[in-house]
Nanobody, 124 residues
């Protein structure tokens, strides 16, 4: 059984930075694709960034490209999302997700395990 736990969310002013972390249990972390998704109030969950097994393959949503950086540490079973130049529209609950398999999908329905989420609030 895989368990994912996010941390690092909080309240920040526009233009500020936050670093989210996702800690994963289980021995399959390094074999699987990982991703960050977010959901704002009254909106559907949306893709933010995804990363392949080795960390060399990454894909970003256009809305965060150039501002966010996804990374992973397979030795520590952790994944991170460095968020810079934050905007009020980045306000959402951010979720860590793992997909059993190596192919990278931006569709959240392809992911098998989810963390409980961490709130990010960006004030203007």
């Amino acid at each position: 059984q895989v368990q994912l736990v996010e941390s690092g969310g909080g309240l920040v002013q526009a233009g500020g930075s936050l670093r989210l972390s996702c800690a994963a249990s289980g021995r399959t972390f390094s074999n699987n694709a990982m991703g960050w998704f977010r959901q704002a109030p009254e909106k559907e969950r949306e893709f933010v960034a995804i990363i392949g097994r080795s960390g060399s393959s990454t894909t970003y949503a256009d809305s965060v490209k150039g501002r966010f950086t996804i990374s992973r540490d397979n030795a520590e079973n952790t994944m991170h999302l460095q968020m810079n130049s934050l905007k009020p529209e980045d306000t959402a609950v951010y979720y860590c997700a793992q997909r059993v398999g190596t192919y990278l999908y931006t569709d959240s329905r392809k992911y098998d395990y989810w963390g409980p989420g961490t709130q990010v609030t960006v004030s203007s």
